[in-house]
């Protein structure tokens, strides 16, 4: 019952206070599209944030409104044994993009 319980609590800590950053160390995401004509980074905790990706994301699929390359990808994945970042694979926008290989 006490293995549970510390569980339970090292699962809600995991989850909701800095001990987050050292279960999950520093993370770096990439983006592509499927033909990789734009590629993009997202590294928060240098301040380069997801939504940067997504404004220019946008910005070039303005520029090139001819092109078939326009779904965003990440092309990182995510893994379901990291349960401290189950809150984040749920509510953070970035794992709603499918996801491709970085060798396509």
């Known amino acids: 019952m006490v293995i549970i319980g510390?569980?339970?609590l090292l699962v809600?800590?995991?989850?909701y206070t800095s001990l987050k950053t050292v279960f999950k160390g520093l993370p770096v995401y990439n983006f592509a599209t499927?033909?990789?004509k734009f590629k993009s980074v997202e590294?928060?905790?240098?301040?380069?944030?997801?939504?940067?990706?997504?404004?220019?994301?946008e910005k070039?699929?303005?520029?090139?409104?001819?092109t078939n390359d326009s779904i965003l990808y990440r092309t990182f994945k995510i893994n379901p044994l990291k349960f401290w970042n189950w809150h984040e694979y749920i509510t953070h926008p970035r794992y709603k993009l499918p996801y491709k290989s970085k060798e396509n």
């Not at 070039?60 to 001819?66: A, D, P, Q, R, S």
């Open 6 to 8: 510390l569980l339970i």
């Open 12 to 15: 809600v800590t995991s989850n």
């Open 34 to 36: 499927e033909q990789n």
């Open 43 to 57: 590294i928060p905790w240098k301040g380069v944030k997801f939504q940067n990706t997504v404004n220019s994301f």
């Open 60 to 66: 070039f699929e303005k520029e090139n409104l001819n």
